[in-house]
């Protein structure tokens, strides 16, 4: 069965560093991996993808995420925070093989920027 | 394009008392699905759909009804709510096959049973 365990509910960064989100995934088949972030009060955005292609993913403002199959994760990260990243972030994986639709998501991680 | 659109944005409802939320999308997605959100727990799938006249149950269906009679519009149904279904609402809706994989998301519905 699928499944997908972000290892921080909460991380706080100052403004200018660097940014680090934990996932681990567990999948009997090789998975599709998702970042969406949320802003406050607002609906969820799609930051990233991971679909087999590319293990280095690149995604909006400056996230990138790495698809490591021997670790079972897919970290999200950016080299620098700035005070729009503060948000709840999830990390997805499909439930299926393909692009069925079927999401399962993680229990969020807020990201605090002090500035 | 609106995209994917949301009402109520927000409801109080009394233990019993029943109510539709509505979902509409304008991008002719086959696929629409329902979630709710809670502190700590993410996004859980209620019920999806994947074209008309056809849904299925998530992982949380008890207590809510859908249909889907046209592509445009998914509405869910709680039947007879409880403060159990407190929660904030979210409808997406994504194309299936091909390889954007990226679903849309509606602003939500924050639903309050008392």
């Known amino acids: 069965a699928q499944s997908v365990t972000q290892l921080d509910s909460h991380v706080s960064v100052s403004e200018g560093t660097p940014v680090l989100l934990r996932c681990n995934y567990s999948?009997?088949?090789?998975?599709?991996l998702f970042w969406y972030v949320q802003h406050p009060n607002k609906g969820l955005q799609l930051l990233l993808k991971?679909?087999?292609?590319?293990?280095l993913v690149k995604g909006i403002n400056g996230f990138e995420a790495e698809f490591k199959k021997s670790e079972t994760s897919f970290h999200l990260t950016k080299p620098s925070a700035h005070m729009s990243d503060a948000a709840e972030y999830f990390c997805?994986?499909?439930?299926?093989?393909?692009?069925?639709?079927?999401?399962?998501f993680g229990q969020g991680t807020t990201l605090q920027v002090k500035p | 394009n609106a995209g994917v659109t949301q009402t109520p944005k927000f409801q109080v409802l009394k233990t019993g008392q029943s109510m539709t939320l509505q979902c509409a999308q304008d991008m002719n997605h086959e696929y629409m699905s329902w979630y709710r959100q809670d502190p700590g727990m993410g996004l859980r799938l209620i019920h999806y759909s994947v074209g008309a006249g056809i849904t299925d149950q998530g992982e949380v269906p008890n207590g809510y009804n859908v249909s889907r009679s046209t592509t445009e519009d998914f509405p869910l149904r709680l039947l007879s709510a409880a403060p159990s279904q407190t929660s904030v609402y979210f409808c997406?809706?994504?194309?299936?096959?091909?390889?954007?994989?990226?679903?849309?998301f509606g602003p939500g519905t924050r639903l309050t049973v008392t």
């Open positions: 991971y679909t087999s292609a590319a293990t």
């Open positions: 997805v994986v499909s439930r299926a093989p393909g692009n069925t639709g079927k999401l399962i």
């Open positions: 997406a809706s994504t194309r299936l096959g091909g390889s954007s994989y990226e679903q849309y």
């Open positions: 999948s009997s088949y090789s998975p599709s």
